[in-house]
């Protein structure tokens, strides 16, 4: 019998513990002179997963080490390792480590930018943290931290912050102060409040507050305008405010809660993800099927529903629909009426008119069993869509809404049935009006949200501004060239669309809107920004400024010092500066722009 060739092992084999325990020295050993040179040039230093007990107290000192170098002059000697190549710590990762705590003498690294601290055991954090006025990424994930210290608020450059997977059981309300955040995780902690200051973070983007205690959110929680992603699954509420003033927000995730009913949703246009999985909703409201008709995702299953509405045809852009478990009955027939529907899920549900094989049979078996129970009945409920809604259905929604219909005049009739209604939102949008309806009047005393884009009105009548409780006026894509001098009467006006007119100035009237927040004046003919005091200058609570696409020649300094406004866009201008690479940075970028270019 022939020997086989002994064959060398290629793996190197560790003598090391696998649960070696280093001692403070040996963590002074891991910041070795090599990467003290890489920070010193790179301004970056990474100890991440070095089974690090405690930090090596020269990471503090970093910045200040003098590395030994030769005294002698050689020439060709590359200089990449001297004093005036050396770049500040600007980011440090200390993440995947057992350290538990975080030394005074981080306060030294005033130019850091990003800290991680990820992974580790934590219990607190040193108060000079909040020193760091420049940190703008902080990631604290995955500790044992309880609370914050108050000095940690003054972290006011933080853009991106992240504490999930900590023990956190309050946050106090100086939080509102970091006004700068964009992106913040909360999740998986033991939070049973938040504090009412959390609605000064109107920069925020995504929020994530999942799995704490939670039994309701603070009223101010609606101002996050800008936010998109918004997580508050598994925790304990029981009902949602309003959702309205979130008219960015794309996804909602509410899953495992204790919601009872549906929130309102009208006005959040850009919502395209709904889960509520696992609450205690009982109804899917016709209001609710009216107000997000670009829906693409509804989750709903594990609830009580017992019944849909017939309208629920609306969601004509749904996608997926998840109906399991449930206490469903029956179904409406118009559901079949969703052409774009691709997935819908009805399992435990006591369905007494469908098939057990066709449930079973998945989404096409159910969709064609639906599209089958439609006959001729339809052309009934055409014409029935094509009245006015009565006083019961009003009073109901609080809102008179009939888009696209191809109407060219709505009867004074239906604003007096609309006011004995108390509707306090109009939406005639997407039709052929010509002329500014005139019954508008008659809903002055409760008219708050009116929308009238893409129609063909050319004239705004003075009496608008009987409407004294209008908060959100939309008039865009429409042919408009100016507005009545009453129209600056609109005290408690915020928001005021007039894209797609045809605007060559900004209306002396507008700057009459003392609480004007928002303004969308893009694709006109708007020829200046007048920023004098007796025009933008007055409207000191403007956040968003949309003049994309106007006549623009020129772009006067002093609008930088409009530091308000939270969004400027001026794109598709004629004026040669600031250019399409400046402007391509954003508002903040745009605004110091302009401030670097006012003569002294």
């Known amino acids: 019998m022939s020997r086989r060739t002994p064959i060398k092992a290629r793996v190197k084999v560790c003598n090391k513990s696998v649960f070696h325990l280093q001692d403070k020295k040996?963590?002074?050993n891991e910041l070795s002179i090599g990467l003290i040179k890489s920070a010193k040039r790179t301004g970056q230093l990474s100890l991440c997963n070095r089974g690090l007990g405690t930090v090596p107290e020269n990471v503090w000192k970093i910045d200040?080490?003098?590395?030994?170098?030769?005294?002698?002059?050689?020439?060709?000697?590359?200089?990449?390792?001297?004093?005036?190549?050396?770049?500040?710590?600007?980011?440090?990762d200390l993440s995947s480590n057992v350290v538990n705590t975080i030394s005074p003498n981080v306060k030294l690294l005033q130019e850091l930018v990003t800290l991680k601290l990820h992974d580790n055991a934590l219990t607190s954090l040193p108060a000079e943290l909040g020193q760091l006025k420049n940190l703008s990424n902080l990631s604290l994930d995955h500790n044992k931290i309880k609370e914050l210290p108050i000095e940690f608020y003054k972290l006011t450059e933080l853009r991106w912050l992240s504490i999930s997977h900590n023990e956190l059981n309050i946050i106090q309300a100086d939080f509102g102060d970091l006004v700068m955040l964009t992106f913040l995780d909360l999740s998986h902690n033991k939070l049973p409040s938040l504090p009412p200051g959390m609605g000064y973070l109107v920069r925020l983007v995504e929020l994530n507050l999942s799995h704490n205690e939670l039994m309701e959110l603070p009223p101010d929680i609606v101002n996050l305008r800008d936010l998109k992603k918004f997580n508050i699954s598994n925790n304990n509420l029981k009902k949602l405010p309003a959702m309205g003033e979130l008219r960015k927000m794309e996804i909602l995730d509410a899953n495992h809660n204790d919601i009872e009913q549906l929130p309102d949703f009208y006005g959040c246009t850009a919502l395209?993800?709904?889960?509520?999985?696992?609450?205690?909703?009982?109804?899917?409201?016709?209001?609710?099927?009216d107000q997000i008709q670009h829906l693409n995702v509804l989750n709903i299953r594990d609830n009580k529903l017992e019944a849909i509405p017939e309208n629920i045809s609306l969601l004509k852009k749904l996608k997926r629909l998840d109906l399991t478990n449930n206490n469903l009955n029956k179904l409406p027939r118009n559901l079949g009426l969703l052409s774009q529907l691709q997935s819908i899920s009805m399992e435990g549900n006591k369905l007494s008119f469908v098939r057990q094989d066709v449930i079973r049979g998945g989404t096409d078996r159910m969709m064609k069993y639906l599209r089958d129970r439609i006959t001729e009945e339809v052309v009934g409920e055409t014409r029935y869509e094509s009245e006015w809604p009565?006083?019961?259905?009003?009073?109901?929604?609080?809102?008179?809404?009939?888009?696209s219909r191809d109407l060219t005049l709505i009867p004074d009739e239906v604003f007096r049935t609309a006011a004995e209604a108390e509707v306090h939102i109009v939406d005639i949008s997407r039709n052929k009006l010509q002329a500014f309806p005139k019954g508008i009047s008659i809903l002055s005393d409760t008219?708050?949200?009116?929308?009238?884009?893409?129609?063909?009105?050319?004239?705004?009548?003075?009496?608008?501004?009987?409407?004294?409780?209008?908060?959100?006026?939309?008039?865009?894509?429409?042919?408009i060239a100016d507005l009545p001098i009453e129209f600056g009467g609109l005290k408690n006006l915020r928001e005021l669309v007039i894209s797609n007119n045809k605007f060559t100035k900004i209306p002396r009237c507008v700057y009459e809107l003392d609480n004007l927040e928002i303004l969308l004046a893009?694709?006109?003919?708007?020829?200046?920004?007048?920023?004098s005091s007796d025009a933008l200058a007055k409207l000191k609570k403007l956040a968003v400024l949309d003049l994309t696409n106007n006549s623009i020649i020129s772009v006067p300094p002093e609008l930088g010092n409009f530091t308000h406004l939270r969004s400027l866009e001026l794109m598709g201008n004629c004026f040669r500066q600031p250019r399409h690479a400046i402007l391509a940075k954003g508002t903040a970028s745009v605004l110091s722009y302009l401030r670097d270019r006012i003569p002294v």
């Open 26 to 28: 040996a963590d002074e």
């Open 64 to 92: 200040e080490l003098v590395m030994d170098d030769t005294r002698e002059v050689d020439f060709a000697r590359s200089d990449q390792g001297n004093w005036w190549n050396c770049e500040p710590l600007k980011m440090l």
């Open 272 to 289: 395209k993800e709904i889960y509520l999985a696992n609450n205690f909703i009982k109804e899917i409201t016709e209001e609710f099927c």
């Open 390 to 403: 009565d006083k019961y259905t009003l009073k109901k929604s609080q809102s008179l809404t009939v888009p």
């Open 447 to 479: 008219l708050s949200q009116l929308i009238l884009s893409s129609n063909s009105i050319e004239n705004v009548p003075s009496e608008i501004s009987r409407c004294s409780h209008l908060q959100f006026l939309d008039l865009a894509k429409n042919c």
């Open 522 to 531: 893009a694709e006109n003919q708007v020829t200046e920004i007048n920023i």
